[in-house]
């Protein structure tokens, strides 16, 4: 059952599975989703090259997209052989596979067919401009597609996508640039380039199959032994210190301080209505020590780009409780920092999340004090995103959201002072002017 949720989830929060060992089902996932997707290659690319940074043995496990070219060109499978080398021609972009392995693949040049040579084409519009750019076996590339051309034994079509390649050349790629612009993620010094030569390559197919860990099983069920007694502690306490004094008599190992504050978290969540229990019982863990609130803070972050999973009872539990912890100063509010306001950065639950939590706040500390805190400079420059003043349609929609949804208009004062936004009403301005002086003479 787990090896099937992993297996499911591989595709879905990433980087909160065990890729060490799921490392063959997300090699086969990824290469799936690529061959189904192929406009998306350079995404799916970038992907594992930012895993590869992390977990280097899955970036060397694709390198099995060798052997599947291998095996899809001796069987004459032209789709797969143009989905394979173009995945192959991105993580070679991408500096996740040498481009070695490129070349290799380039041999195809040798005794052409019209297929392969099609298939030869295709891969260097893709690797072209990166092979031009590092490698001085690029020219001698060109000259053998040259000297195919010349020599006339190849079809029509398939000359005139030589003819067509040439052309890209000479154009400098630049419609087929190595990285497509916002896919230059891994800074160069941290990525690992795979120099496996195909002959040597090990498949390691037998990583697809569940094989029985009892290291696996006895973490899990130490993990659901301590979340139990976590939970059984925190419903037999009388009031919010007793609850307080007993957590803290659990055993914990390092790190595992944010499995008592998420099980706080939702056990709050699961609550018909709010109960100041929880809220008391995290403000005064996160007053304890700066571990606690280190682990709070860290919570806020992993709810909030999680809430769209909660039902809207949940939400406005949980947003209550972070109003608690804000509100009584339990925890920074610098953790502002990871809510980013516009309309493409927002759900429907974020928002609702984001309206309850400063209503509370309001209600809690007032709106001169709220409005007050988010002039903090530490505080301000947290909140860059969720005051955005850097594109007008996010300004205009933020303000719109505070003023009209949330009855804030008060904490986005500063944002109306936005140049562009200012420009934007004054010849409102001007017309209203214009009017009231009609009016007036009349």
Known sequence: ??????????????????????????????????????????????????????????????????????????????????????????????TVAHESIALKILLLLEGPTGDSIEIAVDFMREVGAFLTENSREATAVFKRFRAVLNEGNISHRVQYMIEVLMQIRKDKFKDNPILLEGLDIVEEDEQITHQIQPEELQLQNGLNIFKFDPRMKSLKTNLVNLRRIIYLTIMDALNYEDAVHKLLKVQLQEGEEIEIVNMVIECCSQERSYSTFYGLIGERFSKLNRVWTDAFEEAFTNYYTTIHRYETNRLCNIARFFDH????????????????????????????????????????IGLKTLAERFEDPEVKRACEGMFPTDVLKNTRFTINYFTTSIGLGLVTEDMKEYPPLVAEWIPHLVVGMTLLLAAASS
């Open 325 to 364: 912890l804000l509100a009584t100063d339990a925890t920074s509010w610098v953790i502002f920092e990871c809510v980013k306001v516009s309309e493409d950065d927002t759900t429907s639950s974020s928002r609702i999340f984001i309206k309850i939590l400063m209503q509370e706040m309001m209600e809690n």
């Open 1 to 94: 059952m787990i090896w099937d949720a992993l297996r499911k989830s591989i595709t879905g929060i990433l980087f909160q599975e065990n890729h060490i060992r799921g490392r063959g089902l997300f090699s086969s996932s990824v290469m799936k989703a690529q061959s189904s997707s192929l406009p998306f290659t350079p995404v799916f690319a970038a992907l594992v090259a930012i895993v590869n940074t992390k977990l280097p043995q899955v970036g060397e496990l694709l390198i099995r997209l060798i052997s599947q070219f291998r095996r899809a060109f001796k069987r004459n499978d032209k789709i797969v052989c143009h989905s394979t080398t173009t995945f192959i021609a991105h993580l070679v972009n991408q």
